[in-house]
């Protein structure tokens, strides 16, 4: 996941770009870019950090223009550690075209070489956003005729990326001085909203609280397979241009990504945690009584809504024992893993008196390789917690993701080729409660019936796309392992004794 948004407006948009990227700063910690158009010029500026440090009011000045796109990166392909990674990316023709992308390209490779062999393009990257930005851009050169480009030409161009290119992908792009495009790959498993403000600005985002948060009243979300195509007037043209749509958005989203306060396909980001929540007491009754915990804890941030909801249903009291330095970010999306358990210390602290002489129920959204689960476990115990159990809003994280979830090795999930006993005794706490999956797509799919399923690939290992060949997971995983920071001296990567094939 990343956060991109796209604006066109008639007044500067600099610093309403600014402003919705910090609003999407939790699906992008590493890189930051905005890039504007003004008389056909396109004025750029990305760089490695967060959106508060990346843009100085230097770079805010020269960002002149009434349309443009940014983007807040977190890595799933390529290095984390390259600035030139950063979005958005630009090719001189046809036009000039710039583009940001959420999402993860499964055929990237095939594409790079075919790119170069047939369609004589130069990639100078390992990002699979500028692959992207290169197929799109030779499509539209085919599509159009001449000079004047006419929104059919785009939907061209789009239907032919859907046919090339495989994988997931929300996209915006910028075409200089035509207008903006929106779409998303024909299963729509990342996410992107569109909204307009009371003076007819339209802005795309992948999430709709940077809708909201900019004073743009939601107005719909862009269909899978769907392009949106705003021209230089403010016309709004849309169009399908995906043989066979269907709705399948990555679960994680709902989990752990997105801000509970966001509206994703139908779905309150919310009431899903809440939702899961409801399904797990469920499955906590069944496993410790209730009368054995004195209290429910959340793990902050994500897991909030769902500790709520457990306890209430539970008649447990619900209590904050851990606080969060909100200097620190959130550390499952930091690259690599030394930083990441750092982190975990760095970011929440103990109330000792919530854990002294108490059988403590702590709850999290998601366990993906431990780094947490197993720091704030230590924690509770170090507190003087009696028992300490653990319960998960989410199933077991078993299989690698390849749709821009930055979990590409099997190796490195603690669930992976272990019983849940075994995982708990990895962790160290007392009891150890899972979600089932079947139970997570249904907390979260009772709120909109119209969905087809959701991708849920790091769960079941059922890959949506249905064409990922296991030579593609392989690549994946061989071009992630190995990106921690290289001047990070704590990196090191989690080594996980007893890990089994499945
Ligand atoms: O098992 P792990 O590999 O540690 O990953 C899972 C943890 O990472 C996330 O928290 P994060 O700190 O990223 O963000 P949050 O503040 O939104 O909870 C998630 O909410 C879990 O707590
Ligand atoms: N998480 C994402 O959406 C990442 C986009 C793209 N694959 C990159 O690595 O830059
Ligand atoms: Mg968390």
Redesign the pocket.
Known sequence: ??G?VGVVSNAPVNQLIYDALLLLQH??QDAAGIVTQQSRKFFMHKAKGMVRDVFRTRNMRALPGNVGLGQV??????NAYNEE???PFYVNAPFGIVLV?????TNAQALKAELFSTDHRHINTE???EVLLNVFAHELDRASRGLALQPSDVFAAVAAVHRRVRG?Y?VIALIAGHGVVAFRDPYGI?PLSMGRSAEGTVMLASESVALEGTGHAFERHVAPGEAVFIDTAGQVHAQQCAEHPRLYPCVFEYVYLARPDSVMDGISVYQARLNLGEALAKRVISTVPPNEIDVVIPIPESSRPSAMQLAQLLGIPYREGFVKNRYVGRTFIMPGQGVRKKSVRQKLNVISSEFKGRNVLLVDDSIVRGTTSREIVQMARDAGARKVYLASAAPPVRFPNVY???MPTREELVAHGRSVDEVRALIGCDALIYQDVDGMKRAIGSLNPALNGFDASCFDGVYVTGDIDPTDIARINEARVGQEDPLDETTSRLALPNAQES
């Open positions: 996941m990343c991109i699906r992008g990166r977190y890595p799933t392909a390529g990674e950063a979005q992308h959420n999402g993860n390209l990002s699979d956003s997931s929300a990342r821009g979830i930055d």
